[in-house]
């Protein structure tokens, strides 16, 4: 890539700080100067006019969009919205931007080229935060589970009076014959003997 | 929590997705999802609640939601390409009427008082022109805020100013902020107005934040606010969904409209899903009972969501959304405004959904040869819509 171009200024806006924080340092790896990184846009207006960033990434999720939207009407200065230059035959990559939760405001005058260079640093990093918080939804989700599972076997050991296997064969067994999951099985347990518990 | 109505015949294979913004006015997505409506059609929705106009602009057009809950103007705006990619977008169904208010701060309220003590000089905003006019050039320009640059809000408050003799673009600044985040900016003193729907104007009056001037109904009579748009290839390629879905949301808004559900609808929308927030809050889109302020709020004025003359597309509304986005200039070039209301709002698939006779239409239309003086005569305020709203059409 030629020198002009990775004289790109950006400007960061998301309310997600580990997000932003990996995509700032990707966009320096790749050259590019990161001026002003916000987390929520009370200021929004007040720090593009004053930063005057060549082009703002923002979270598209974010409800402060609309306020970037009018911003881009009032001068021809201030960065306008990505999809206006998404030309027919070229906008497959806006579409990759706004699948990965990805948009944003170029000024005027910004070389395509580079545009899409960086989005793509971009779209890449928030496709992997994605990932990671996906990830980490399961391992969370596989976590609760396997409390909710201990908990429905503690409950059949004090009822049945037998060990853990036993237990955990028992909840298998009811599973596997209802054809159901671990965990719903599990949970119904628990509001069984819960409620067995209560008419005590 | 899905309830499926039994005996249907599903209609497609990939549930349909519509996005909303959670403002009172979703309330006929919510119904029909809630309630089963859209099943007892034979429809699948997934609805999407979305932060920004901009972000349901930016999905329908690149197919990430087929339809959504939409400001009036936004098919319009879409599909003239302005402030975005152009993209083909349609309406055959309004979902409501009316809604918004001109709010101001105490501080610019008791600005107003002085300079006028009859009310018809503050809600017709002669006094604002006096107190303005009386500023001196270092003391700071007022600050109004709307919710989106191509809204009803911007355009009201727009029409409002000018016909104040206040210019809109010299005289004030008018900045965009969410709905949500309206009041906490006037508690600031950030701003010292907005143009906003319900019930962030009842909400600031009832908090002694602000005071409300005028209703989107004083200015402009019954007007359509929000309308169900899709993506028009979408709707080409799903013609027995679209329709189906239009009837779902004909009985959700009657729904919405009848005043036995209210409860069970304030409580539906204060659901973490959708508005999030506590339902006494909510009762002032929906009721005639407006916090004590200094001015009785017209009967007429709050949101309406059921019946033909509210449902049905209005070309001529159509028309003069076109004329206020050429008087501020949001035009970039003046496109066939018969063709382009024709394209957009299209009311004979909203008789065809109801099984209704369409009645002759295109009486709205005016000629080629009109459109430059009929443009003309919005932007100088020689036109207006008739009092008591686009029904009885633009006055000429």
């Known amino acids: 890539m030629s020198p002009p171009e990775k004289e790109l200024t950006v400007m960061l806006v998301d309310n997600e700080p580990a997000r932003a924080a990996i995509v700032e340092q990707a966009m320096l790896d790749s050259g590019y100067r990161v001026i ?20 703002v990434i923002i979270d598209i ?23 206006m230059f998404a030309e027919e035959d070229d906008s497959k990559y806006v579409e990759a931007a706004i699948r990965a939760g990805v948009s944003a405001y170029v000024v005027d005058g910004v070389q395509s080229g580079s545009v899409k260079a960086l989005l793509q640093v971009a779209i890449a990093r928030f496709r992997e935060f994605q990932a990671l918080r996906l990830e980490l939804d399961s391992v969370k989700t596989q976590l609760e589970d396997r409390k909710v599972i201990e908990k429905a076997k503690g409950l059949i050991m004090k009822h049945q009076v037998c060990d853990e296997p036993a237990a955990y064969q028992a909840l298998r067994k009811l599973a596997m014959d209802r054809s159901q999951r671990m965990i719903d099985v599990a949970r119904n347990v628990i509001s069984v003997m819960e409620l067995l518990g209560e008419k005590r | 929590m899905n309830i499926t109505a039994p005996n249907t015949v599903s209609l497609q294979s990939q549930p349909v997705r519509v996005g909303f913004i959670p403002l009172i006015d979703c309330a006929p997505f919510v119904v029909a999802h809630e309630k089963g409506f859209f099943c007892a059609q034979g429809v699948q929705v997934e609805l999407s609640k979305e932060a920004s106009w901009a972000s349901i602009r930016d999905k329908v057009a690149f197919n990430l939601l087929d339809g959504a809950h939409m400001l009036a103007s936004l098919p319009i705006a879409a599909s003239l390409g302005i402030g975005t990619v152009k993209t083909s977008m349609e309406s055959s169904f309004t979902v409501s009427h009316n809604g918004n208010a001109v709010t101001v701060s105490n501080a610019l309220y008791q600005n107003l008082v002085k300079f006028s003590n009859d009310v018809q000089d ?14 001196k050039p270092t003391d700071p320009t007022l600050r109004f805020a709307i919710v989106y640059p191509y809204s009803s809000h911007n355009y009201q408050l727009r029409d409002w100013l000018a016909q104040a003799g206040i210019d809109p673009d010299k005289d004030v600044q008018i900045i965009v902020i969410t709905p949500a985040q309206m009041m906490s900016y006037l508690k600031q003193n ?61 009985r959700a808004c009657e729904w919405v409209d009848d005043k036995q559900n209210q409860s069970e609808l304030l409580s539906l929308l204060s659901q973490p899903d959708y508005l999030n927030c506590p339902a006494e809050q909510l009762i002032y889109g929906f009721n005639t009972l407006k916090p004590k302020g200094q001015f009785d709020w017209p ?42 209301v024709e394209q957009v709002y299209r009311q004979e698939l909203y008789y065809q959904a109801l099984g209704l006779v369409c009645p002759e239409g295109g009486s709205w239309k005016i000629t080629k040869q009109q459109e430059k003086a009929f443009l003309a005569a919005v932007a100088s305020g020689n036109v207006r819509l008739h009092p008591d709203g686009v029904l009885k059409g633009i006055c000429f």
Not at chain 1, 61 to 82: G, H, V, Y
Not at chain 2, 204 to 216: P, R, S
Request: hydrophobic fraction near 40%; aromatic fraction near 8%.
């Open chain 1, 36 to 55: 002003r990184r916000l987390e929520n846009a009370q200021n929004l207006t007040q720090a593009v006019t004053e930063s005057q960033p060549d082009m």
């Open chain 2, 299 to 340: 009967l007429e004025a709050y949101q309406r969501f059921s019946g033909a003359d509210i449902n049905r597309p209005l070309p001529n509304y159509a028309l003069w959304i076109l004329a206020q986005m050429s008087r501020w200039q949001q035009l970039a070039k003046i496109p066939s405004l018969n063709q382009v």
């Open chain 2, 122 to 135: 503050i809600r017709s905003g002669a006094a604002l022109k006096r107190f303005i006019a009386s500023k």
């Open chain 1, 61 to 83: 999720e974010s409800p402060d969009r609309d306020m970037l939207e009018n911003m881009s009407r009032l001068t021809k200065d201030n960065p306008r919205p990505i999809v």
């Open chain 2, 190 to 250: 950030e701003i010292d107005g907005y143009c906003v729907g319900e019930p962030w104007n009842s909400l600031a009056v009832e908090q002694g934040v602000g005071h409300i001037l005028v209703t989107g109904y004083d200015i402009w009579g019954s007007t359509p606010e929000k309308v169900f748009g899709v993506n028009s290839l979408w709707a080409a390629q799903n013609p027995d969904v679209y329709l189906a879905m239009i009837r779902a949301l004909n």
